[in-house]
């Protein structure tokens, strides 16, 4: 079936643009997670849903970050104002994570350039 | 909050050696632990887990391992292959909530 689907793919924004990111997940998958690659690092969690509940904002850099996803499927993380230390990979996982079921599957990611 | 440290950072074998790639974490509530192959631009793929009520569990040529007193986990590779060189990460989570990743192992396998 398809996967975890992102978009754009790339996207350059100039300093001071707002951005915003698109996560189609797995149908069915109930949890979804925002995660924030810098360039040789891992993923950084930055925020997950369970359906349409935000349960957890606490990786959110600043409040410029904010993610929605209203109906409980496709999920927009917004960046406002954007700075160049916003520059990496954004990174979108989706699990069904019911009766024990955790594996988090991501999307190719969009690669964020801020100049 | 939990943290996950994993060593070494960069491994070079050669092809035919095992790999081996060793995590720790902090949190004692984790139960989750994931392994995850990224290549070059790609995304990161799963290439095997556990959960803390298992000792170890096998895929092929891929193992890992879990000693929860000691809160260690690691990634065996037997029998490696040029196509396995690439990125991987280790991972924790609690309930499967969200993903603490490791800085990553670069692994290099030359025929």
Do not use: M
């Not at chain 1, 924030?36 to 606490?58: C, H, I, M, V, W």
């Not at chain 2, 040029?82 to 490791?102: H, M």
């Amino acid at each position: 079936g398809a996967g975890v689907s992102q978009s754009p793919r790339y996207k350059v924004a100039k300093r001071g643009q707002d951005v915003a990111l698109r996560c189609d997940p797995i149908s069915g998958h109930v949890s979804l997670f925002w995660y924030q690659q810098a360039l040789g690092q891992g993923p950084e969690f930055l925020t997950y849903f369970q359906n349409e509940a935000q349960l957890d904002k606490s990786g959110l850099p600043s409040d410029r970050f904010f993610a929605e996803r209203p109906e409980g499927s496709v999920s927009t993380l917004k960046i406002q104002r954007t700075q160049q230390e916003d520059s990496a990979v954004y990174l979108c996982a989706s699990s069904l994570r019911i009766t024990g079921i955790y594996e988090q599957y991501f999307g190719p990611g969009t690669r964020l350039t801020v100049t | 909050g939990e943290n996950v440290e994993q060593h070494p950072s960069t491994l070079s074998v050669q092809e035919g050696d095992s790999a081996v790639i060793k995590c720790t974490y902090s949190d004692s509530a984790s139960n989750y632990f994931p392994w995850y192959k990224q290549e070059l631009g790609k995304r990161p793929q799963l290439i095997i887990d556990i959960r803390s009520n298992v000792g170890e569990k096998k895929d092929q040529r891929i193992a890992v391992t879990l000693n929860k007193t000691a809160k260690h986990f690691s990634l065996h590779i037997t029998e490696t292959q040029p196509e396995d060189s690439a990125v991987y990460f280790c991972a924790a989570s609690t309930q499967g909530t969200a993903l603490i990743f490791g800085k990553g192992t670069t692994l290099s396998v030359s025929s």
